[in-house]
């Protein structure tokens, strides 16, 4: 038996899982960059669609300016709720996703992402904060369903192991 001295770093070895490549995952599923890709697309055209909508939709608002005010401070607030699940989202495409998974997070996020800019406006109130929860709900609906949920999460996780002084690793 062979002794490992201090100096020698440790290795460790992955154990292979039948159907699944190294840099891939499972059989099926999408690269990190390709998911993240498609999710960054979805949700920048529906920003568009949602602007053009209200813009061609929407009548002006006419409200006080400070309720004005208020409901866009509310929006906004719907903006970092949007901006939390979008982190989200991205953190769990770090690792391979299932092409159903992916379009249920872009379909997710895009409605999310159109109603906000239908919101901006001021005017269907109800009918765009329906879409924002709607999407919202169909996004953790997705996550719930995921079966690579756990591999994304933990593959995608930064870590917590510092390095020495002089830069080799632990272990």
Same mark, same amino acid.
Request: net charge positive.
């Given at each position: 038996?062979?002794?490992?001295?201090?100096?020698?770093?440790?290795? $460790?070895?992955?154990?292979? =899982?039948?159907?699944?490549?190294?840099?891939?995952?499972?059989?099926?599923?999408?690269? &990190?960059?390709?998911?993240? &890709?498609?999710?960054?697309?979805?949700?920048?055209?529906?920003?568009?669609?949602?602007?053009?909508?209200?813009?061609? =939709?929407?009548?002006?608002?006419?409200?006080?300016?400070?309720?004005?005010?208020? $409901?866009?401070?509310?929006?906004?607030?719907?903006?970092?709720?949007?901006?939390?699940? %979008?982190?989200? =989202?991205?953190?769990?495409?770090?690792?391979?996703?299932?092409? %159903?998974?992916?379009?249920?997070?872009?379909?997710?996020?895009?409605?999310?992402?159109?109603?906000?800019?239908?919101?901006?406006?001021? &005017?269907?109130?109800?009918? %765009?904060?329906?879409?924002?929860?709607?999407? $919202? =709900?169909?996004?953790?609906?997705?996550?719930?369903?995921?079966?690579?949920?756990?591999?994304?999460?933990?593959?995608?996780?930064?870590?917590?192991?510092?390095?020495?002084?002089?830069?080799?690793?632990?272990?």
């Amino acid at each position: 038996m062979a002794r490992q001295l201090s100096d020698d770093p440790a290795t $460790l070895a992955v154990p292979a =899982v039948p159907g699944q490549t190294p840099l891939q995952g499972p059989a099926g599923a999408l690269d &990190s960059a390709i998911s993240e &890709s498609a999710v960054a697309a979805a949700i920048a055209l529906s920003l568009g669609l949602g602007a053009l909508a209200a813009w061609a =939709v929407q009548a002006p608002a006419s409200v006080q300016p400070s309720l004005a005010s208020l $409901l866009q401070l509310m929006v906004a607030i719907k903006a970092l709720i949007f901006a939390g699940a %979008g982190a989200l =989202v991205l953190l769990r495409l770090r690792g391979p996703v299932a092409g %159903g998974a992916l379009g249920g997070y872009c379909l997710g996020l895009g409605m999310s992402a159109a109603a906000l800019a239908w919101l901006w406006g001021l &005017s269907g109130m109800l009918a %765009g904060s329906a879409l924002f929860y709607g999407g $919202l =709900v169909l996004t953790y609906l997705t996550a719930s369903r995921d079966p690579l949920l756990a591999a994304g999460l933990q593959r995608g996780a930064p870590s917590r192991r510092r390095l020495p002084r002089d830069g080799r690793s632990i272990g």
